[in-house]
Every structure is written in C-alpha cells, then in structure tokens.
C-alpha cells in the first residue's frame, strides 16, 4: 500500500528514533513492522531526508555498513525528536477520528 501524504517523514523520524540508520534500513525497517502493507519508494525516501535534514530533524554522517560500503547513516536530533513526538500524537488523533467515523453504524431514528 503506498503511503498517505504526510505520513513518511514520521515514520522516518520513529524508525530513527531507536538508532541511527542508513537508507536501506529505514526501508526495511518500516516494511518489516507494517508487515509489508507500507511501501516506501526509494525517490520518495530520499526527498524526505534530504527536507529532514535542511529542517534540522535529521543529521547525517558518511559510514561503512556491515557489508562494508559507504553509506549516509541518518540519526534525530533534538528538534527532530521534538517535532516527532508532536506530529505522531497530531497523526494518532486524525488516525483515531478517521477509525471512529469509518467504523461507524448507522443507529435507529
């Protein structure tokens, strides 16, 4: 399922928030905890780093992963976590009222 507009940089910053991960990580990070219902598309990925790190949520360094290449390792800081915790309750409130009006019954009059 693709993502709902709005959703991947939170996504991102809650992977992010347990380590500091390269891009394919967070990619399968996120697909393996949605069960494979969340498809993150490599372009898309990027662009959201990319505006996380002009935005200061995210900073990243050059490292060598277990396979030995380079790769850009992405961590939080502190006004990304800050912004995180804020976003994630906003989507959890919009997400609970969307459940609530679609599981919804219709009630006698």
């Known amino acids: 399922m693709a993502l709902l ?5 939170v ?6 928030s347990w380590t500091p991960m390269h891009a394919f990580e967070i990619t399968s990070w996120i697909e393996e905890k949605s069960s494979g219902r969340l498809v993150v598309e490599d372009a ?4 959201a ?4 790190e002009g935005r200061k949520l995210v900073a990243a360094e050059w490292g060598v992963t277990k ?10 800081t502190t006004t990304g976590r800050s912004y995180f ?5 906003r989507l959890v409130d919009h ?3 969307l459940t609530s009006v679609l599981s ?6």
């Open 44 to 47: 898309a990925l990027l662009q």
């Open 49 to 52: 780093l990319h505006r996380m």
């Open 95 to 97: 997400f609970d009222a």
């Open 5 to 9: 507009k709005g959703t991947l940089d």
């Open 85 to 89: 915790r804020a976003e994630s309750e």
């Open 104 to 109: 919804a019954r219709k009630t006698a009059s």
């Open 67 to 76: 396979n030995g290449r380079r790769a850009r390792y992405y961590r939080l």
């Open 11 to 16: 996504l991102v910053l809650k992977t992010l």
